[in-house]
């Protein structure tokens, strides 16, 4: 089996990415994992970026990974909706409000990954998980949009989904105020129960 993983570079200021550091770590023999661990924060290159590779390797399943500030469990997103709506600006400046990502697109599109049975997985690997019913406005639900959006011209479909990570605790400890993490060893294994799962087909 073939996956695309990817993680964003990090952004807001920040240093590290806990999704970049748990893509990172993955080694998993047995599956052919292309990972674009380095992706840009930016809603002009992200969606640019994870499509071309899509067209390039045609993966089996895409798997892109973000990161979620305020979130105490590993979240698997539903779906992902069609605007821009940035509380901050990405990593090239750039701070859209109310705009599409698709303006002739469907309002929303549905993850194509078994969403519960993953987050399952996860919870029986002894990491707190969830469904998620929204992946924001900001770059991570846009790359989710236009991954899904390019998944569907292709022959055959890749599945596509989006996973949002809680911070780590480093990066926690330095918040103002109390704000949830995991340690790497569970993003970690939270990924590594999420691509068993799409391993069994």
Do not use: W
Not at 96 to 124: E, H, R
């Amino acid at each position: 089996m073939k996956i695309l993983i990817t993680a964003f570079e990090p952004f807001g200021g920040e240093t590290v990415n806990a999704a970049q550091e748990a893509v990172r770590t993955l080694n998993l023999p047995g599956v052919e994992l292309i990972k674009l661990d380095a992706v840009p924060v930016t809603f002009a290159q992200a969606g640019a970026m994870v499509t071309g590779a899509m067209s390039a390797h045609r993966p089996d399943a895409v798997l892109c990974v973000g990161q979620a500030e305020g979130r105490g469990a590993v979240t698997v997103e539903r779906v992902a909706i069609n605007v821009m709506d940035a509380r901050i600006p990405d990593n090239a400046g750039f701070q859209p409000v109310d705009q599409a990502i698709c303006p002739q697109g469907p309002a929303a599109y549905f993850s194509t990954l078994p969403i519960k049975d993953i987050v399952a997985a996860m919870q029986g690997a002894g990491v707190p998980a969830q469904v998620s019913n929204s992946a924001g406005t900001y770059v991570c639900n846009c790359l989710l949009y236009e991954a899904l959006h390019a998944a569907r011209a292709m022959k055959p479909q890749p599945r596509v989904g989006f996973i949002h990570l809680p911070l780590l605790p480093g990066q926690a400890q330095s918040r103002a105020k109390p704000t949830p993490s995991l340690p790497l060893e569970d993003l970690t294994r939270a990924l590594e129960a999420a691509i068993s799962i799409l391993r069994a087909g």
